[in-house]
T-cell receptor, first 114, second 115 residues
Framework: DSGVTQTPKHLITATGQRVTLRCSPR?????VYWYQQSLDQGLQFLIH???????AKGNILERFSAQQFPDLHSELNLSSLELGDSALYFC?????????????FGPGTRLTVT | AQTVTQSQPEMSVQEAETVTLSCTYD???????LFWYKQPPSRQMILVIR??????QNATENRFSVNFQKAAKSFSLKISDSQLGDTAMYFC????????????FGTGTRLQVTL
């Protein structure tokens, strides 16, 4: 158990719909990262938040957005869903200070768009 | 931009034997971190080992060790005394430390440990 929690574990929804994925980082971690794992794209970085502020964006679609709240949990919002958005979405957290750069991953949310 | 290449899509090893997974990367950075993550059938991403580029000594974690060749931009993972529980996908990952320290992953190597 990494200490990072993600809900829900599984999500099945239809095209055009909107969903919200939730992540709670490890206690004390200020950084939250979102990654997408799909068969054709592999593991790709989406977005990084540090202590409530967006720090970096990767290959994140405009239909996707995220935020980190004052209690440090984060949500990834996916809208106007397409079949190709079906993937495993991971949240990872790290302390991100000094030499402690390890990222610890949550169990992931498997999204299926039908 | 950094790239990470894992040229072995699949590997197989017998229980108790040793196996080495390959990883190469491309970067112009001098200071960076390299990681190996394991993804078993449960799909959980588990950190196996970390190497700082400024350290010449290869990292070791129990049965797992790396061979880090900075000049060659090579970062292989050696698993000794392989166990059935080592069966998983293994991903090599690169990170440039800083305020936006994302992980860049390779495509993974599927390792099967057999009896």
């Amino acid at each position: 158990d990494s200490g990072v929690t993600q809900t829900p574990k599984h999500l099945i929804t239809a095209t055009g719909q909107r969903v919200t994925l939730r992540c709670s980082p490890r206690s004390g971690d200020l950084s939250v990262y979102w990654y997408q794992q799909s068969l054709d794209q592999g593991l790709q970085f989406l977005i990084h938040y540090y202590n409530g502020e967006e720090r970096a964006k990767g290959n994140i679609l405009e239909r996707f957005s995220a935020q980190q709240f004052p209690d440090l949990h984060s949500e990834l919002n996916l809208s106007s869903l397409e079949l190709g958005d079906s993937a495993l979405y991971f949240c990872a957290s790290s302390v991100a200070t000094g030499l402690h750069y390890e990222q610890y991953f949550g169990p992931g949310t498997r999204l299926t768009v039908t | 931009a950094q790239t990470v290449t894992q040229s072995q899509p699949e590997m197989s090893v017998q229980e108790a034997e040793t196996v080495t997974l390959s990883c190469t990367y491309d970067t112009s950075e001098n200071n960076y971190y390299l990681f190996w993550y394991k993804q078993p059938p449960s799909r959980q991403m588990i950190l196996v080992i970390r190497q700082e580029a400024y350290k010449q000594q290869n990292a070791t974690e129990n049965r797992f060790s790396v061979n880090f060749q900075k000049a060659a931009k090579s970062f292989s993972l050696k698993i000794s005394d392989s166990q059935l529980g080592d069966t998983a996908m293994y991903f090599c990952a690169f990170m440039k430390p800083g305020t936006a320290s994302k992980l860049t992953f390779g495509t993974g190597t599927r390792l099967q440990v057999t009896l």
